[in-house]
């Protein structure tokens, strides 16, 4: 059966977070490249198409095209950002570099009335990513909504069923995005016909299948993916499955015990390998962020050949972000390899099998939930793969992993002292690659700096940095600068994601 709506993908890093929005609203979706013909799309019948956003400029060369006749099969279309000039291009209208850039947070107002934009306020808080705008619109078109820099901002044809928004209403920092997908959706006369079915048992019985009685390893990060995938795969070939913790020296304080401590009562059993000596040798002089993450991944497979021999398949904790973010979508530019996706040598000698290759964080905790996980681990906050390397700036050595473990542990304690922690979707501290100078103790000194990061996501594609209480901030950094004698400076990240990343290498 095929979807009733298609997203045609641009390279947008949000193509597949708007199938996702859809499925929220209990319609089936799927993605698809930019390259698909008209033909293709009539014979799939879909009741309604969004057309994604992208990184390209729609003037520049190789920027994505599509099939113009898709706009004249009658199906409602949607364009999002790249999709909304694309569409005003196409159609007789015009696109240009707006005279400011806009990333991030604008507010709509609603300028005429319109069928994709009912029900939502006069005035609406959007989420922006764009540095072309629509100027002017193709006969037959009128503009529905604007912002301060954008007169066209939205935009229908209700004639022809063509809808477009230069705003981002599939990230959660839309506040009316999932009014306006509803509105879509409504347009297209859907019918609600994908229910989240029992997640775990089809995710069970997938991973059954595709181990076909092979031996299997995973390698558990602390973190709630691989702890998810590590449960899912126990349920799934309970007798095939070894699932290994790489004590690489970048860890948490005492994670490598508390996690082993609380696999065992959901039926696993995590054998924990000691490999901070090589790990330490391994980084020695690296600085290059990429560099690291790649030596991080050849290291970790070299540890499980070692220790899982004989396993044919590699579990990974993988999700849909951590695909994108590697350059996943064909047009989407290459972010940041992540250790168990992009970081991994070309031959890995073992089949790798990703059980949440599909989901989103919140999807992946519900899932874990399900499956009996408790709840201090599943709400516990995201941990990269290649852990406290990626969080110290330059040269990992074991020396400075022990002061963000250190430094990290008392924000931690700190931020659930506080009744912060569940607030707050990953904090962290990451050691900078300088010293600066203080005075302790009537001398001058000449040390390390330590940064907060606190972020708030939905879905760790965008984040917004969090604003805790200063009184909270202040207790955290003189914790930090009293009772660490190589640290006597905190700093405060307040970037948003875009343009930072939440981690910081
Ligand atoms: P960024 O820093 O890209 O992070 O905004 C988004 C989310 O992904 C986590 N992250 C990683 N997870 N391997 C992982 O398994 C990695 O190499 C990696 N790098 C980042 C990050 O902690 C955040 O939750």
Redesign the pocket.
Known sequence: MHAQILVIDFGSQFAHLISRRVRDLAVSADVVPSTIAADEVATRKPRGIILSGGPASIYEEGAPGMDENILDLGIPVLGLCYGHQLMAHLTGGSVRAGDKREYGLATLRKTKDSQLLKGIGEQEQVWMNHGDIVGQLGQGFVATGATQNCGNACYEHQGRNLYGCQFHPEVTHTLCGSMIFSNFLRICKTEQDFGMKNIAEQAIAELAGKLNGRKAVIGL?G?V??MTAAVLAAKAAPEQITAIFVDTGFMREGEAQEVRDAMAPLGLDVHIVDARTRFYQGLKGIIDPEEK?KAIGRMFIEVFREHAKGARVLIQ??IY??RI?SGGSAHASK???????G?LPENVGMDIVEPLRELY?DEVRRLALQLGCPDELVWR??????GLA?RILGEATEERAAIVARANAILEEEMHGADLYKDI??G?CVLLPISSVGVQGDARSYKQVIGIRLVK?TD??T?EFAKVPWDFLEQVSTRITNEMTQVNRVVYDITH?PP??????
Do not use: C, L, Y
């Not at 972010?335 to 996706?341: A, D, Y």
């Open positions: 990060s973190g993916d691989s993450r904790g993988t972000p951590d973010e972010i940041k390899s992540h250790h168990n996706v970081g964080k906050h995201p941990f990269p793969g290649p990626v979707w990953q962290f996501s760790a594609m984040a994601k930072a990343t939440i981690e910081w290498e």
